[in-house]
């Protein structure tokens, strides 16, 4: 079991996260239904529940052939349990377990979503259905690229039902469980119980319906589950990675009926939006962290907001395991590295020498200590696009520069990050010295 989650990690992980998550964290026990695991620190655990945890129990389940539950405790738990104790905690959420099995990821509220540009029309949709489910939008579609919160807004709307209107019935699936549960329904002639339980429900949210692609005899069933609903005036939400119209392979029939409600699109967000929800989930972790430091995070990622979450957790783990306060420049650090599909024929005296013949001086100039404007700007560029193009860690950029001390260059590189902000004329020798530099 534990070679397959190393495998699969592995490969869909960058090598900075597998080391940081993967490689610390060890299989205590299998008992029962039960797996354990042990890793090392509180935030490696509340990594781990968030993001891990569910995708290690399908490989388990479907390993084991049986549903399977992964506990994660901090080595200090292991340490603190009694043993008796052991048994009893885990097996009460068992027990406990809510009447509603709705599958909503507790942390994916209307609360904790941050709005802004790239994402306001659909937060304001997804409210209006939540607030009034079957009766506004329906179906609701969300569409938009990965990691830009379609499941968040989608779960959300969930919460907010469940929460408002206790005897509603909200069932979340993603397009996948949708196709084996049904497909097990058949192989085990179990269809009846499927259609109830997809079709006696007040909202469905499906989500990423662009796994339903290429998959006639699920797509036939949900044409038919839609219908029901729809009729009886239940709340549909659905997402998808791009229109359903661009979908291949999904038949046209139900591509038209998606396209009766609301369609809205999620778009990446901008540097406002990045500093807010890292502000948001900086407070909601209770973290100490600068807003000079959560502006650099910020300017690292510019996709996506599954991305910079995980640069704020990398941070997090850094500073933890540094037992050193979170600063700009531990930030850098924990950052190091992370830039993924880098050049590796693109060198500090490289672009030491792009950068002294468009400035007309010397690559020793950049290297040596004189002070003069004409010179220090241009070294400072040199140092920001060194951090910019290449993987080199901030010590390994000073050596490259005489012999210069990390945090010399890192000033350096806030310097220009500052100053591009306020001058078009320096954004455009920038860009102009990243094109010479990358030709
Ligand atoms: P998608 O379904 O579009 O691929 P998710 O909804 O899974 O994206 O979002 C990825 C991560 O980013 C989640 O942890 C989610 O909570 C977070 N996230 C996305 N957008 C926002 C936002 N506007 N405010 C707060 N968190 C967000
Ligand atoms: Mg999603």
């Excluded at 939006?273 to 502000?279: F, G, N, P, S, V």
Aim: proline share 3%.
């Amino acid at each position: 079991f534990w070679s397959a989650v190393n495998n699969e990690f592995n490969n869909t992980m960058t090598k900075a996260s597998f080391d940081t998550w993967i490689q610390t964290t060890h299989p205590v026990e299998y008992k029962g239904n039960q797996i354990y695991l042990e890793v090392p620190s509180p935030l490696h655990k509340g990594y781990w529940e968030n993001n891990l945890v569910s995708e290690v129990t399908d490989i388990a389940s479907g390993l084991l052939n049986k549903p399977i539950h992964i506990i994660v405790r901090t080595t200090d738990e292991y340490a603190s349990l009694d043993p008796t104790i052991v048994e009893e905690e885990v097996k009460a959420p068992v027990k406990d377990k809510p009447q509603q099995e709705t599958h909503l990821n507790g942390k994916y509220t209307f609360d904790s979503f941050v709005t802004g540009k790239g994402n306001e029309m659909a937060h304001a949709a997804a409210l209006v259905v939540a607030e009034n489910p079957g009766a506004t939008y329906n179906p609701l579609l969300i569409y938009g690229g990965g990691g830009l919160g379609k499941t968040h807004l989608m779960e959300a709307i969930g919460h907010y039902v469940l929460d408002n209107e206790n005897d509603k019935i909200v069932k979340y699936v993603t397009s996948e469980t949708f196709t084996n549960d049904f497909i097990n329904s058949i192989r085990s002639n179990h269809q009846e119980e499927f259609r109830q339980a997809y079709r006696n429900v007040d909202v469905l949210l499906v989500d990423d319906i662009q796994f339903l692609a290429d998959k006639e005899g699920t797509q036939e069933e949900f044409f038919h589950t839609f219908n029901t609903l729809y009729n009886d005036q239940k709340q549909i939400v659905l997402t998808s990675d791009r229109l359903p119209n661009e979908i291949a392979k999904l038949s046209d029939r139900l591509v038209s009926r998606f396209k009766w409600g609301l369609s809205v699109d999620v778009a990446p967000p901008d540097l406002e939006t990045r500093i807010a929800i890292l502000q948001s989930k900086a407070h909601a972790e209770s973290l100490e962290i600068s807003d000079e430091t959560i502006t650099y995070i910020a300017k690292q990622v510019s996709s996506n907001v599954r991305e910079l979450e995980g640069t704020l957790v990398r941070v997090q783990a850094y500073s933890a395991i540094k037992r050193q306060d979170i600063t700009t420049e531990l930030a850098m650090q924990a950052l190091d590295g992370l830039k993924v599909n880098q050049r590796t024929d693109i060198t500090a005296s490289k672009i030491q020498r792009k950068v002294a013949d468009f400035y007309e001086i010397t690559p020793a100039d950049l290297k040596g200590k004189k002070r003069s404007k004409t010179i220090v700007v241009p070294r400072q560029i040199a140092m920001y696009l060194c951090r910019e193009l290449t993987s080199d860690s901030l010590p390994r950029i000073g050596q490259e520069f005489g012999g210069k001390d990390h945090t010399t260059v890192m000033h350096a590189i806030n310097r220009i990050q500052e100053e591009m902000e306020g001058s078009q004329r320096l954004r455009d020798e920038v860009n102009q010295l990243k094109n010479k530099i990358r030709e």
